[in-house]
Nanobody, 129 residues
């Protein structure tokens, strides 16, 4: 059984940084493409970033995320990370990691939530003044 466990969320001041982690178990991590999504209160789940299996191609949503978020994966540690810099109030959300079997070869493929087969429980990020 595949399990995804996020960690690293919390209460952070605006302008600060944090790194979210997602540890994957249950199957060979390198065979998955990994994505991060977030859901703010009262809003739909939103694609944030993804990194493909095999090619390690990365994809990011557009502003206001662009340039502030960095995704990377460590296949040796079965973990994917999301670094968030210059945190803004609008970044407050529950952040979810997800795993897909597909090779991510376009933004359309990477950002589609239905392409991801496994999901974590989420980690809360709250940005304060």
């Amino acid at each position: 059984q595949v399990q995804l466990v996020e960690s690293g969320g919390g209460l952070v001041q605006a302008g600060g940084s944090l790194t979210l982690s997602c540890a994957v178990s249950g199957r060979t991590f390198s065979t998955y493409s990994m994505g991060w999504f977030r859901q703010a209160p009262g809003k739909e789940r939103q694609f944030v970033a993804a990194v493909s299996r095999s090619t390690f191609s990365t994809f990011y949503t557009t502003d206001p995320v662009k340039g502030r978020f960095t995704i990377n994966r460590d296949n040796a540690k079965n973990t994917v990370y999301l670094r968030i810099n210059s945190l803004e109030f609008g970044d407050t959300a529950v952040y979810y990691c997800a795993a897909a079997d597909e090779l991510l070869w376009s933004m359309q493929v990477a950002s589609r939530a239905t392409n991801y087969k496994y999901w974590g429980q989420g980690t809360q990020v709250t940005v304060s003044s």
